[in-house]
């Protein structure tokens, strides 16, 4: 079993910063990819930010320049900090890791996501 536990949502004023975290643990034997997808109300789930085991990142146009992703991978853990904060940015936010159990298997994992709410 492995688990994706994410905090650090909450309520932010517009132009205000919160920093997102989500802790993996559980049988792993390696993470590969983690990411950031949300979740407005009325849309469909999309990707934020993905980071590779070695580094390399991947935005969403709308908000390249805003929000930076990072990863302790000694601590199997993602980080999403996000700056300039705007209305539209409100949404569920949901970690993602695509994880190697001790088993041996194959796992996409999802967190069970944190409410980010951003007041214009």
């Known amino acids: 079993q492995v688990q994706l536990v994410e905090s650090g949502g909450g309520l932010v004023q517009g132009g205000g910063s919160l920093r997102l975290s989500c802790a993996a643990s559980g049988s792993i034997f390696s993470i590969n990819d983690m990411g950031w997808y949300r979740q407005a109300p009325g849309k469909q789930r999309a990707l934020v930010a993905t980071i590779t085991s070695g580094g390399s990142t991947n935005y969403a146009d709308s908000v390249k320049g805003r929000f930076t992703i990072s990863r302790d991978n000694a601590q199997n853990t993602v980080y999403l900090q996000m700056n300039s904060l705007k209305a539209e940015d409100t949404a569920v936010y949901y970690c993602?890791?695509?994880?190697?159990?001790?088993?041996?298997?194959?796992?996409?994992?999802w967190g069970q996501g944190t409410l980010v709410t951003v007041s214009s």
């Open positions: 993602n890791a695509d994880v190697r159990t001790i088993a041996r298997a194959y796992l996409s994992v």
